[in-house]
């Protein structure tokens, strides 16, 4: 039986065309990372087995509509020894929602190093169980810092996360289960100091990269850890980091979203 993640990224094709009816969502607006995640499928599904997703930079042109089928359009931009890169464009009822450069990386041997880090808040003292918004709420398992918000609600950054079903062993499914959940959170992260802005209800992403350092296993919990960098012309970016409970950095993550009062 399919896991919760390949339902979600199942598509049906058309050369190179494929459409996606899958959706999920905040009240009438579909959530940014299936959108994501979809559109990594799309794309993983036309470079050749072996090449592993790299990096993705997308953006949010326009909310999407829960309900409606999203069809994505792959432009193959260039396919190289090493590196596939593709172009995405997802359209609803004709327009355009959403646009995704996606590269994948034929993997190579080589020095393997990172940074040191420590978590802010280790999985010991996580010990707040909360949940995604219900229509996610069977897919994760979501530990919070003591004092954090719980129940059913957006968790905010630093928290722990693991997959609570089984994930084929498929690295363009983990990348893209990774996607879904790397635009959780991002926004809340970006709010701006001051009374005005009480939520990210009224906010909404607009760009969103994430590199791919490492393979992940959605079976172990990783913390995903953001802070907010600079807000200013109603635009806040956040920069986070997604790490194995060993520290070993999995990916990063960098997002920019909308504030208005």
């Given at each position: 039986?399919?896991?919760?993640?390949?339902?979600?990224?199942?598509?049906?094709?058309s050369g190179d065309t494929f459409r996606a009816s899958a959706s999920y969502g905040a009240g009438s607006r579909?959530?940014?990372?299936?959108?994501?995640?979809?559109?990594?499928?799309?794309?993983?599904?036309?470079?050749?087995?072996?090449?592993?997703?790299?990096?993705?930079?997308?953006?949010?042109?326009?909310?999407?509509?829960?309900?409606?089928?999203?069809?994505?359009?792959?432009?193959?931009?260039?396919?190289?020894?090493?590196?596939?890169?593709?172009?995405?464009?997802?359209?609803?009822?004709?327009?355009?929602?959403?646009?995704?450069?996606?590269?994948?990386?034929?993997?190579?041997?080589?020095?393997?190093?990172?940074?040191?880090?420590?978590?802010?808040?280790?999985?010991?003292?996580?010990?707040?169980?909360?949940?995604?918004?219900?229509?996610?709420?069977?897919?994760?398992?979501?530990?919070?810092?003591?004092?954090?918000?719980?129940?059913?609600?957006?968790?905010?950054?630093?928290?722990?996360?693991?997959?609570?079903?089984?994930?084929?062993?498929?690295?363009?499914?983990?990348?893209?289960?990774l996607t879904f959940i790397s635009d959780l959170g991002m926004v809340s992260t970006a709010r701006p100091p001051g009374p005005e802005f009480p939520g990210?209800?009224?906010?909404?992403?607009?760009?969103?990269?994430?590199?791919?350092?490492?393979?992940?296993?959605?079976?172990?919990?990783?913390?995903?850890?953001?802070?907010?960098?600079?807000?200013?012309?109603?635009?806040?970016?956040?920069?986070?980091?997604?790490?194995?409970?060993?520290?070993?950095?999995?990916?990063?993550?960098?997002?920019?979203?909308?504030?208005?009062?």
């Amino acid at each position: 039986m399919p896991s919760w993640i390949a339902d979600l990224v199942q598509l049906d094709r058309s050369g190179d065309t494929f459409r996606a009816s899958a959706s999920y969502g905040a009240g009438s607006r579909l959530f940014g990372g299936l959108i994501a995640a979809q559109a990594l499928a799309a794309a993983g599904a036309t470079v050749e087995p072996g090449r592993l997703p790299q990096s993705l930079h997308a953006y949010f042109i326009k909310g999407g509509r829960i309900g409606v089928d999203v069809e994505f359009t792959v432009e193959i931009t260039r396919d190289g020894r090493s590196f596939n890169t593709r172009r995405v464009t997802a359209v609803q009822d004709g327009a355009a929602i959403f646009e995704m450069l996606a590269s994948f990386h034929q993997p190579e041997t080589n020095t393997d190093w990172q940074r040191p880090q420590e978590p802010r808040v280790p999985l010991t003292d996580a010990t707040i169980l909360t949940r995604l918004p219900i229509e996610w709420a069977d897919h994760f398992d979501i530990r919070i810092a003591p004092g954090r918000q719980s129940g059913v609600d957006w968790p905010t950054q630093p928290f722990w996360f693991r997959t609570r079903e089984p994930v084929e062993d498929d690295p363009l499914l983990r990348a893209c289960a990774l996607t879904f959940i790397s635009d959780l959170g991002m926004v809340s992260t970006a709010r701006p100091p001051g009374p005005e802005f009480p939520g990210p209800g009224g906010a909404a992403s607009l760009d969103h990269a994430l590199w791919l350092h490492r393979p992940s296993d959605p079976h172990h919990w990783h913390l995903y850890d953001a802070v907010a960098v600079t807000h200013s012309d109603a635009r806040g970016l956040a920069r986070g980091s997604l790490q194995r409970d060993d520290g070993t950095l999995i990916a990063s993550v960098v997002q920019e979203s909308l504030w208005r009062t």
